[in-house]
């Protein structure tokens, strides 16, 4: 008897796990010695700071200095992001979206970043949570101040880290525009995020009272189908 | 058996009554009070509770001064600019980019000012009197103190006044950057704030208005009282008005609104790229100067109280006039137009506006567009509207000290622009003074017959180009002071109905003012208006000159606790005699 129960709960559990589990793609890039320079770098050098035009602007770029937690520059890649209020429709309840709200780069690349885009209006890819010593305020920035595209370069650290990525134009974030992007797997997920998280202070809507009426009528439902089986069994047990 | 129980009755009965004579004399009723008087004599003396000590929090630094360096007489980019005394003056920086157009100055004053190349671009001097002709403006639409679905603050945050923060929508100018003063803060970018800001343009300019909606509700301008042809020669209207002329412009989408000569001849000018259902080109030519307004069109009677409403202001043409095309926060100009200079040694901006946080508020209810269209365009109803917020130039007292007092010398002529933009009127009185009607909706009035007075009354929407004169001459001043200058109807100088609140603020004499800017008044202590408690309506309202607390907070409890346990312990004692009384009985 306690043998079937331990299965059966060993077997939820195999289950659970790999419905949850991500499976990241961790396609390290490992690329040539040859890039393997160990330079050290000091706290103290110059930013690459701000490019401004009529078009936007790229902040904070970072082409070439390693961050301290990485031997070397591991490999190279290009994302392209889109970003207007046709990607919204996808998401229910939102205005702005990117075509995309999770990139997964691996630890000490070189990533270079193209923002397009589609609407009349400035739209922004703002990374948080860089290290300080490269980048003032732990901020890379890409702005284009309309229909356009900019592009800028940044390295990832050698940490696991998931980092927020949104639009800082008054309530793009809040209505839609943020995005994840997680460094060697990432460790966890942000809120909010469009088709990935729930929202930290969900909305309640109206129907959420039918969904507790069914709720309670499946547990009455429930419980009469289970007093007619007792009854059966009784029956059964008095033919018995 | 049957006598005991009668007796054991008439004693429960003595007990009552014995009992009562604990109870407060006035809880009984009437006519046992006037007996028991009779019978006991005048009840003893119960002092009243006392006066409760409230705790008023730390008020906030009156003037925070956090650019005194931006207040003196400068020059930036070969833009004088004048010296403002307020304690929080406009950026410098910002005012020389409006002057001379964010596509014309250097990097370093664009990235003081925070804001985008594009946001003002000046073009060409077609009349070749020295000055620009050809303005493109672009304004974003942005949201303040809203919702997020990441935390219970409100963002990007805009107070009005300690610790309020009512929903409000702007449109601002276009700006570089983040929505915030920067990472650690919620707080709001200060080009993005309430009113919106004001346009100044000169008569006869070529004018784009770019309207690039960042908000995620659809809207139009409406140039209220701006010249303008009321259709454009590509087949679509020009007035703002979703019914009338044209379709809203949705999120993401942008539109071009124009004011040049050639549109209003039919001629195609030329002017940017058409792009099939994003973009659209308006064209309108101010012929005619005056302050004016401007305003959102789609569902007007929230849109226009969510705060989409500004000044637009057209300077009269005169040679080498370089207009300040955008006045951040409105009041003082800070770089005057030729023909207010001819006249007037100052000139301040006075935008007026209401709000009702039941309208207002409800953008911090839901983060969903579609619930928020639903609340607010159908489930609010304005015919209850009523006005709870009152903001002169987007803030209440005690914040529009800071910003907006109107600073004066004596023998002075200083411009008024005043617009109106609540919904019940405005009944402009300055204390100390009388001012004269100069203009009305930007129309000269007669000069042979302007009124001086002291209370201007404006109805809704309306404008009027006010000179206030500090000659003492016991009719257009009184002589240097502090005066006050506010909206009198009453509810107007409150904030959602405590005082002093509003749209209040003053008329100062510059000796009246310290180095801060802040003027040095003779009354009341201002530490409980600078503190959040005060508007909670947690302090009494005369506490700070009421050593004895003569009309301070009444102590919740009123009862002694040795009095209140006698009295429970009667009550008990007499209920448990009634249940057991009751329970014999049922036996017997």
Known sequence: MRFPSFLFITLLVILVRSVSAQPAAQESVAKDSEHAHHQHHVASHEHHGMQMDAGGMVMNENHDQQPRDCGAIAGEQKITVRAGTTYAQRFNGTIFAYDQHEWNIPPCTKVTVTLENEDSVRHQWMLHGLPRYLHPEGMFHLEVNGRGSKTGTFITPGAKKTYLVHCDVAQHMEKGMKAQLKVGGGDGNLPSIPGITAARYPETYANSSRKWAIVSASIVVLIAIELVLRLFWRKDMKNL | ?588
């Open chain 2, 1 to 588: 058996m049957f006598i005991s129980r009668a007796l054991k009755f008439f004693l429960f009965l003595i007990l009552l009554a014995a009992a009562t004579t604990f109870l407060p004399r006035a809880w009984l009723p009437q006519f046992l009070q006037s007996y028991y008087t009779t019978w006991f004599g005048e009840p003893s003396y119960e002092p009243p509770p006392n006066s409760q000590k409230i705790a008023i929090q730390q008020a906030e630094p009156f003037c925070p001064d956090v650019h005194p360096e931006w207040r003196k007489q400068q020059e930036v980019e070969g833009v004088s600019i004048e010296e403002s005394l307020a304690c929080l003056p406009d950026n410098p920086w910002a005012v020389a980019a409006f002057v001379k157009g964010t596509n014309n100055v250097s990097m370093d004053t664009l990235m003081k000012s925070g804001l985008a190349t594009d946001a003002v671009v000046l073009g060409e001097d077609k009349d070749g009197d020295g000055d620009p002709d050809v303005v493109m403006i672009k304004l974003e639409v942005a949201e303040l103190n809203g919702r997020s679905p990441d935390m219970e603050e409100v963002i990007p945050a805009f107070s009005i006044a300690p610790g309020i923060q009512p929903g409000l929508w702007v449109f601002a100018p276009k700006i570089a950057g983040m929505a915030t003063k920067n990472i650690e803060t919620t707080e709001a970018n200060e080009m993005l704030r309430a009113p919106s800001p004001v346009i100044r343009v000169e008569q006869g300019d070529t004018v784009q208005v770019v309207l690039e909606n960042t908000h995620y509700f659809p809207h139009t301008i409406h140039f209220h009282g701006v010249d303008h042809p009321y259709s454009h020669h590509e087949n679509h209207g020009n007035d703002g008005a979703p019914e009338t002329s044209e379709l809203p412009v949705m999120p993401g989408e942008n539109r071009v609104y124009e004011f040049s000569q050639f549109a209003r001849a039919g001629l195609h000018t030329g002017h940017g790229e058409v792009e099939p259902g994003k973009q659209r080109k308006f064209e309108l030519a101010p012929r005619q100067p005056g302050t004016m307004f401007y305003h959102c069109h789609v569902q007007p009677q929230h849109h226009i109280h969510m705060g989409l409403q500004g000044m637009f202001v057209v300077e009269e043409n005169r040679p080498n006039n370089w207009v300040q095309t955008l006045n951040i926060g409105a009041g003082h100009v800070r770089h005057r137009s030729v023909a207010v200079r001819e006249k007037y040694v100052r000139e301040y901006d006075l935008h007026f506006q209401d709000i009702d946080s039941q309208l207002n508020d409800l953008i911090k209810s839901t983060n969903d567009p579609r619930l928020m269209e639903q609340r607010m365009n159908r489930q609010y109803n304005i015919i209850k509207r009523s006005a709870n917020y009152f903001l002169l130039n987007g803030r209440s007292f005690p914040y529009t000290f800071r910003e907006s007092l109107i600073v004066a010398e004596q023998n002075e002529k200083i411009k008024l622009r005043v617009l109106s933009g609540g919904e019940d009127g405005l009944s402009l009185h300055p204390h100390g003074h009388k001012v004269t009607i100069t203009h009305y909706d930007g129309v000269e009035h007669n000069p042979q017959a302007q009124i001086t007075r002291d209370v201007v009354w404006l109805s809704a929407a309306q404008r009027v180009d006010l000179e206030l004169n500090t000659t003492n001459d016991g009719l257009h001043s009184y002589g240097p002071g502090v005066w006050m200058i506010h909206d009198h109807k009453e509810r107007a100088f409150t904030n959602d109905g405590m005082h002093p609140g509003g749209s209040m603020s003053a008329v100062v004499d510059r000796s009246y003012l310290d180095e801060k800017g802040w003027p040095k008044t003779h009354g009341v202590d201002w530490a409980p208006f600078f503190t959040p408690q005060y508007y909670r309506r947690e302090i009494p309202v005369w506490t700070t000159y009421d050593p004895h607390g003569m009309f301070g907070e009444v102590s919740a409890s009123t009862v002694g606790v040795g009095k209140a346990v006698l009295f429970g312990g009667i009550i008990g004692v007499l209920l448990g005699g009634l249940v057991v009384f009751l329970f014999s009985r049922k036996r017997g």
